[in-house]
């Protein structure tokens, strides 16, 4: 019964896709399309991708590490919200 619970007020790839969103509007003083690559655009350096980073790990309780640390998993929304679901659901492990 406590993982159902767990799971149920898990955030949903749409509600992640729109909290990252809201942050990178705020943050960046600009609508920024799901879709939209952000390092294309000029909208963020790889300095502010290290603040996603860390504005990723503890919004969702995450670790982002090794290979995971690269700039395409910022790229874009929708990818940021793939790298939070995948490692939100993966099992502990070290990955170096």
Do not use: C, W
């Not at 019964?1 to 955030?11: C, D, I, L, S």
């Not at 509600?15 to 600009?30: H, K, M």
């Amino acid at each position: 019964m406590n993982v159902r619970v767990e799971q149920a007020t898990r955030p949903t790839a749409d509600t992640v896709g729109i909290e990252i969103g809201e942050f990178l509007s705020e943050r960046l003083n600009t609508a920024v399309d799901a879709e939209q690559d952000l390092f294309a655009s000029g909208l963020i350096s790889s300095m502010f991708a290290m603040e996603l980073v860390v504005h990723l790990e503890q919004s969702y309780g995450i670790a982002v590490v090794g290979r995971d640390l690269k700039l395409d998993n910022f790229r874009s929304v929708r990818r940021m919200t793939d790298l939070v679901l995948r490692l939100r659901d993966a099992p502990a492990t070290e990955d170096v």
